[in-house]
């Protein structure tokens, strides 16, 4: 879309704002058209910027920050339109390596986390074989009073889980993934962290988003994680 054209088209909604080199810039989708073809504009460019600003606060509220992301239909980045610096050919090539380097250092660590994963099973399930056969030995009173403990102690923490995933989304409270919307790198741990995006439950509620470590994500939903590092890569 030229900039000559631009200007005879309608303003839809504000999507998102970054800050780069000290100026902001707002994420512009423009009326008829799909996400993918919005623009990044300077706030002097937008006409009426403040009643698209609470309309954007709303959708933020109502349905998170990253309310627009829709599959196969995700805006430019930011750096598209300032012009960042490209990659050679052989920078690129280099990059690629590393990126799929790190990927098979991903899967064998996650290899490693499956098989002691296997040996910490067994020794839970042998735990819990000793257990059943010492409480045999327990008198009657005594095994009465500790299943009404169980029991108890169940049905609470039922309705502490019940109440936490109304809101909060987790492969823990039965959700399903969306998609991976970004990842970071965290500064102090350097740490990877990915922003995750749940499905619509049955019941109509759309869980709370949530930034979790590859390490959840690799226990919970490894093809996902896979999929999104090959996209970055492509």
């Not at 098979?104 to 099973?121: H, V």
Request: net charge neutral.
């Amino acid at each position: 879309m030229s900039r000559k054209k631009r200007g005879l088209y309608m303003i839809d909604e504000l999507l998102d704002y970054k800050q780069y080199n000290g100026q902001k810039y707002y994420l512009v989708k423009w009326q008829g058209y799909n996400n993918r073809d919005s623009t990044w504009e300077k706030p002097e460019k937008i006409p009426n910027l403040a009643q698209f600003l609470h309309q954007l606060e709303e959708n933020v509220k109502m349905y998170g920050s990253n309310f627009y992301h829709i599959e196969n239909d995700e805006p430019p980045q930011l750096e598209d339109f300032i012009g960042a610096p490209s990659l050679s050919k052989q920078n690129q090539y280099q990059y690629q390596q590393e990126q799929i380097n790190k990927l098979n250092k991903q899967i064998d660590e996650l290899k490693s986390e499956i098989d002691q994963m296997k040996k910490q099973q067994e020794e839970i399930v042998q735990l819990i074989n000793t257990n059943q056969q010492n409480q045999k030995c327990l008198q009657p009173i005594l095994q009465q009073d500790s299943e009404l403990i169980q029991e108890s102690s169940s049905e609470q923490s039922q309705k502490i889980t019940e109440i936490k995933s109304q809101s909060e989304g987790g492969f823990e409270f039965g959700d399903l993934l969306e998609k991976i919307g970004q990842a970071v790198q965290t500064k102090e741990k350097g740490e990877k962290m990915y922003y995750v995006l749940w499905q619509k439950r049955s019941n109509g509620i759309i869980p709370k988003n949530r930034w979790v470590n590859s390490e959840y994500l690799m226990k919970h939903d490894i093809k996902a994680l896979c999929y999104y590092l090959q996209r970055k890569l492509q």
